[in-house]
């Protein structure tokens, strides 16, 4: 079996993909308040999706495939960070504020 160097390129693509995917779930469990959570969480979505994107891009070669996958990097770049601004907006005119380093008082 001949392993080239587009194979282990889309692998590590995928594994920091997979990573930058865990570590914003752990992300969400772990952060204080909602700010932190969703800045955890929105940042590395994109990241996350765009590694994973660009490895089966790599993967499939130069198809129509490859466009579609295009597209949806496109989108996903587009509209993460858009909806965490919009949900960020939403929380401040709610009045949600951020701990800003005092302890949680629940």
Known sequence: MI???????TAICLALGC???ISGGV???RLPDFYTRMHA???TDSACAFLILFGLMLQSGFSLVTVKLGF????MVLSSPT???A?????VQFGI???LGREDKR
């Open 41 to 43: 969480t929105s940042v």
């Open 83 to 85: 909806a965490a601004h």
């Open 72 to 75: 949806i990097l496109l989108f």
């Open 97 to 99: 504020e951020p701990l």
């Open 87 to 91: 949900l960020a907006k939403t929380a």
């Open 19 to 21: 990573f930058l995917g």
């Open 27 to 29: 992300g969400i469990y």
């Open 3 to 9: 392993i080239d160097a587009l194979d282990i390129v």
